[in-house]
């Protein structure tokens, strides 16, 4: 049983010094942990464990260490769980608040509790109460509602949002900077394509014979096709086919010609013209023309 354990206990300590520190320094005192800025204490020792300040030097978290029996005939087992708080380096704790006006204070510790905050961007995700919310690194709230999952998207102006429905299966929609619904939560995956301002919603997966479908930035429906719809430019459906083998298809919505075309990979690139990887190889190609051009390496 302790052996099972072990993962469970090592992997707060070791995180703990993996993440940049810049001059903050995880130190342990009497058997608890505290962080040290050159030669001050920031965070008092008074932690079971702790996580360093993320790359940007704003958050750290810091975890009390709590363990609970449970019995059965046959053996007994002890759990151990982890209450813990997100610091800045005045040593204030995080306080988010939800619709209802219900606060918290205290996050369960999760295998993606520290990806979630220790990167470089200036936004980071918490989870409370099976709801995720965004904020600034300087605690500043940015989303109250509280999704099964949120993320940014590729344009400041939308979170990409799901919910569980009670099937447990997850539905993806667009949500606004003011949290309003752009896109419903009803599909599988919802991609942007910020040169021509369009979202593409694709209903694989949750919705049996539903269409994939493209929308403006408004939420006003473009085009729909049972096709998938892997991207989709001002004029051109992308369509990835998976059987009997991979290829695409580019259908001009103007013309309604169609032209398939072996790849390994497809990206955005600038309106008409896409990324595409043959192998390790990628080009430019114009969806126009049909002609390809080498793609610059900076």
Same mark, same amino acid.
Request: hydrophobic residues 30%; without cysteine; glycine residues 0%.
């Given at each position: 049983m302790l052996l099972k354990a072990l993962p469970y206990i090592l992997l707060p300590l070791l995180l703990a010094f993996a993440l940049p520190s810049f001059s903050q320094t995880p130190y342990r005192e009497n058997s608890k942990w505290g962080i040290r800025?050159?030669? *001050?204490?920031?965070?008092?020792?008074?932690?079971? *464990?702790i996580f360093n300040f993320d790359s940007t030097g704003k958050v750290c978290m810091a975890c009390f260490r709590s363990k609970s029996a449970t019995a059965s005939k046959f053996i007994k087992v002890t759990t151990t769980s982890y209450a813990c708080n997100y610091l800045n380096k005045k040593n204030e704790r995080l306080i988010i608040r939800n619709m209802a006006n219900d606060t918290f204070s205290v996050f369960s510790y999760n295998k993606t509790a520290i990806k979630q905050y220790s990167g470089n961007s200036p936004y980071f995700t918490v989870s409370t109460k099976g709801k995720k919310h965004i904020l600034y690194k300087n605690f500043q709230q940015i989303t109250f509602k509280g999704y099964h999952d949120i993320s940014m998207s590729s344009d400041p102006k939308f979170y990409f949002t799901s919910f569980m429905n009670e099937g447990d299966i997850v539905l993806s929609g667009l949500t606004n900077e003011r949290e309003e619904e752009i896109i419903p939560h009803n599909y599988s995956t919802i991609k942007i394509n910020t040169n021509d301002s369009l979202i593409i919603a694709c209903s694989a997966g949750v919705r049996i014979n539903a269409e994939d479908e493209v929308f403006d930035y408004n939420g006003k429906k473009i085009i729909g096709t049972h096709r998938h719809i892997d991207m989709a430019t001002k004029h051109f459906l992308i369509h990835k086919i998976f059987e009997p083998?991979?290829?695409?298809?580019f259908y001009n919505m103007n013309t309604k010609e169609e032209k398939n075309v072996s790849a390994d990979e497809i990206k955005f690139y600038e309106h008409d013209e896409i990324l595409i990887r043959q192998k390790n190889d990628w080009y430019i190609y114009d969806l126009n023309t049909n002609l390809k051009k080498p793609l610059k390496q900076s």
């Open positions: 800025e050159n030669e *001050t204490v920031i965070i008092k020792p008074i932690y079971d *464990t083998k991979e290829y695409y298809i």
